[in-house]
């Protein structure tokens, strides 16, 4: 079993930044990667960006430039730096981790907010 618990949304204008943060706890050393997501209101859930246990990263295409997924194992946190944001980045971000037995966990979501 793994928990993760995001934090670090909020309220921010347009062309702001954020840093959304994912703490891990449990059976960590079987992460095999943590992953970002978001949902808008009446959306489906999409993928963000992708971080392996080896340090490789995948972005999204409408959104490579303006997000930075890391991980800090030390910490066992994972981060999403988010840059420039638009108001259509506003949604509820859920933090992803996928063991090495292929089973998923999620957190419960932070709200970000974009909005003059």
């Known amino acids: 079993q793994v928990q993760l618990v995001e934090s670090g949304g909020g309220l921010v204008q347009p062309g702001g930044s954020l840093r959304l943060s994912c703490a891990a706890s449990?059976?960590?050393?079987?992460?095999?990667?943590m992953a970002w997501y978001r949902q808008a209101p009446g959306k489906e859930r999409e993928l963000v960006a992708i971080i392996t246990s080896g340090g490789n990263t995948y972005y999204v295409d409408s959104l490579k430039g303006r997000v930075t997924i890391s991980r800090d194992k030390d910490k066992n946190t994972a981060y999403l730096e988010m840059n420039s944001l638009k108001p259509e980045d506003t949604a509820v971000y859920y933090c992803?981790?996928?063991?090495?037995?292929?089973?998923?966990?999620w957190g419960q979501g932070t709200q970000v907010t974009v909005s003059s």
């Open positions: 992803n981790a996928v063991l090495r037995s292929s089973k998923a966990f």
């Open positions: 449990g059976s960590i050393f079987s992460i095999y990667s």
